[in-house]
């Protein structure tokens, strides 16, 4: 029986789109702040309908071994049973991230 390799849908923002991608591994690496994604998956060129936003996504990430997305600008991930198309879309309504709140500097005190 073969062992079934798991398939990652990775959500995230990317100069105001929204890319989805899939890939077979992800995982927070050791640059800090950062979301590792490996073997990015694409549909298969044999097909003969074409999805003219996969091909710029699989154009866009020609010759990547590896990507490294910054953690504030994850969406999602989730664990898929199979590959869908990746895609770009519009950011609906602005950025969908909601950064973390910062404190602000301290005031001298006299």
Same mark, same amino acid.
């Given at each position: 029986m073969? @062992? ?7 959500s995230f923002v990317?100069?105001d789109?929204?890319y989805e991608?899939?890939?077979a /591994? ?5 640059l800090?702040?950062?979301?590792e994604i ?5 549909? @298969?060129? $044999? ?6 936003? @996969?091909e /710029?996504?699989?154009?866009e ?5 590896? $990507?490294?997305i910054?953690?504030?600008?994850i ?5 898929? @049973?199979k590959?869908?198309?990746?895609k770009v ?5 602005? $950025?969908?991230?909601v ?7 301290g /005031?001298? /005190?006299?």
């Amino acid at each position: 029986m073969k @062992e079934q390799k798991s398939i990652y849908k990775v959500s995230f923002v990317n100069q105001d789109k929204v890319y989805e991608v899939y890939c077979a /591994r992800v995982y927070q690496g050791d640059l800090y702040g950062f979301i590792e994604i490996e073997e990015l998956i694409f549909g @298969e060129r $044999s097909q003969v309908v074409v999805d003219p936003g @996969e091909e /710029r996504l699989q154009k866009e990430f020609n010759g990547v071994k590896r $990507s490294f997305i910054p953690m504030h600008a994850i969406i999602r991930i989730d664990e898929v @049973e199979k590959e869908g198309v990746a895609k770009v879309s519009d950011s609906k309504g602005g $950025s969908p991230v909601v950064h973390f709140p910062q404190s602000s500097p301290g /005031r001298k /005190r006299d």
